[in-house]
């Protein structure tokens, strides 16, 4: 029995290694529009979402079967309960990558200063997204709040888009619905950005079972 239980914990995990995987490269794909707003990045981008979303279901159900079928003692309990709630906030993740490629692909005129941080900000994200899932999968207590720790980073960069951005309008107010369209992408980034943080909040508990939100 503890033998099958392990094989469905193995293929959970790989599972949400997958899931990661295409949030990773929904999150590149939708910040690359901003160079290079071509129809079929987005469709890949908005396609990749759907696989989030049917990847969500497909681990919703693996953890639902490992609850009904195995019965799990409290650890085991703990780590499928935050593998459920850390798909939510993944496929959260695919949803505002999404938008990210909608705004893109209208935004018009030449790069602005600000872009140069938004690149900035989606290899942050990122980074972000794979060090929590990793830290899931390797039950790394150090990796989890090293996540935590960096979205700090996120935030400074998104404070200083928005200072460019300001300085964009008004240095020329024709710059303002361009600037507004950038500064809700980089919105959607820091709110990523918080995804990712509270899965590695899940990875915490997962394996201490404290809600511990607190990093030094």
């Known amino acids: ?27 590149a794909g939708a910040v690359k529009l901003l160079s290079d707003a071509n129809t079929e990045t987005a469709e890949t981008v908005l396609a990749k979402d759907s696989e989030i979303d049917q990847k969500e279901r497909e681990i919703e159900s693996l953890c639902m079967k490992i609850l009904l079928q195995q019965q799990p003692v409290a650890k085991d309990l703990r780590t499928v309960s935050s593998a459920l709630k850390m798909i939510s906030d993944m496929e959260r993740i695919g949803d505002q990558a999404a938008d990210i490629a909608e705004i893109s692909m209208h935004i018009e005129g030449d790069s602005v200063p600000g872009q140069v941080h938004i690149h900035d900000m989606a290899v942050a994200v990122i980074k972000m997204v794979t060090d929590s899932v990793d830290s899931f999968v390797k039950k790394d207590l150090s990796l989890a709040h090293s996540v935590m720790k960096y979205d700090d980073v996120v935030d400074d960069l998104f404070i200083k888009v928005r200072r460019e951005l ?3 309008i008004n240095a020329d107010e024709q710059n303002g619905e361009r ?21 590695a909040e899940w990875v915490v508990y997962s394996i201490t079972g404290a809600h511990d939100t607190e990093v030094e």
């Open 1 to 27: 029995m503890r033998n099958r239980f392990d094989r469905q914990l193995l293929k959970l995990n790989e599972e949400l290694i997958t899931m990661g995987a295409l949030c990773e490269d929904v999150i």
């Open 166 to 168: 300001i300085q964009m």
């Open 179 to 199: 600037c507004l369209d950038l500064l809700m992408i980089t919105k959607y980034l820091e709110r990523i950005g918080d995804h990712a943080t509270n899965v």
